[in-house]
């Protein structure tokens, strides 16, 4: 994306006291990724802990019409105020009240533009997590939003910075010529298909391909999603989705010297670490261009399947949401 979508220099960030902890501020507390950051970022004795933030408030939000959303939300604040001591709040409000930062963390991609408008004009910095929006649309809108507040704002899945990937950017493989990734991809009805759960092996091929699609082309059967993207300078990135198989990565980096295979890394702490970094210095570590084209990119793909395998243009689907032309 050009300039509008660039955001304005940082005036303002995070507030904590020198050495102290950020106080954190976790809205949409239906994913199990709020507690396994608390884990991390809570716990001291944790042997993985991520030093420099804690998460202290909570606002429960959720999704009552997503079963993943409704039937888990009590359970993960449940245990985030007995085992990790977040106070839980009634209100948005409330819950950013004193904050240093904050994390929007509802499992359904939907009410993050909602949540956004209400704290973007702290012009505390707001990490989203996957996926940053319910839409191409949604989210083009909230980097316009932060821009105009000034807000430091990223989002991403963890699997970006996963140890795989830190290892495949590494690797001596010539001129890249393009990326294969496979991954989980559930659907659920009320989200376009691949950000529910798809978005995460496409955030693996954007973390090694970077920018820079053209078409894409999707291949949907009931067990799996087989998306290709062609970039404007001739690369091909692949995802693999699969449905009723083992809920796994991999990852394949083909170049003119080399064919090299991710080895799996799981783990937040990678992500975390960046996380505490971007809410100290309001610098994002994934820019609003190349998640406005994840963004593009997945509903390409939606594009394509309803119009039986069609290659669809990126510049299209994203002049229809709203965005500028060209990426």
């Given amino acids: 994306m050009k300039s509008a979508l660039r955001l304005l220099p940082i005036l303002a960030f995070a507030t904590a006291a020198p050495g102290a902890d950020l106080r954190i501020a976790m809205l949409g507390l239906d994913t199990s990724h709020t507690v396994s950051f608390a884990k991390l970022l809570n716990d001291p004795a ?35 105020a007995g085992t990790y001591g977040v106070r839980i709040c ?15 963390e509802n499992v359904d991609g939907r009410p993050h533009l909602a949540e956004a408008r209400q704290v973007l004009p702290l012009r505390k910095p707001v990490f989203i997590d996957k996926p940053m929006a319910g839409s191409l649309r949604d989210g083009i809108e909230i980097f316009r939003l932060a821009r105009k507040y000034g807000t430091p704002c990223f989002s991403s899945s963890d699997e970006r910075f996963s140890g795989d990937i830190a290892g495949l950017k590494q690797a001596r493989i010539g001129r890249m010529l393009g990326v294969f990734c496979y991954g989980p991809c559930e659907l659920e009805p009320h989200v376009p298909d691949l950000f529910w759960y798809g978005i995460h092996a496409v955030e693996k091929c954007y973390a090694l391909a970077g920018p820079g699609c053209r078409t894409v082309v999707r291949t949907s059967t009931p067990d799996a999603d087989i998306v290709t993207g062609v970039w404007s300078d001739g690369r091909t990135v692949t995802v693999r989705g699969n449905r ?20 799996p890394a799981p783990g937040y702490g990678p992500m975390l670490r960046e996380l505490v970094k971007f809410f100290r210095t309001g610098v994002e570590p994934v820019t609003p261009r190349e998640t406005v084209e994840i963004l593009a990119f997945m509903e390409a793909a939606d594009a394509s399947k309803r119009q039986g395998g069609a290659p669809v243009l990126l510049e299209e689907v994203l002049r229809a949401s709203g965005g500028e032309d060209g990426i």
């Fill in 46 to 80: 944790n042997p993985g802990h991520v030093a420099g933030a804690r998460i202290v408030t909570g606002w429960k939000g959720g999704s009552p019409d997503v079963p993943d959303s409704a039937g888990r939300v009590e359970g993960f604040a449940a245990t985030l």
């Fill in 90 to 104: 009634g209100t948005i409000e409330e819950a950013v009240r004193g904050a240093d930062a904050i994390m929007i």
């Fill in 244 to 263: 009723h198989s083992r809920h796994t990565y991999g990852t394949i980096l083909f170049g003119t010297d080399a064919i090299v295979e991710g080895k």
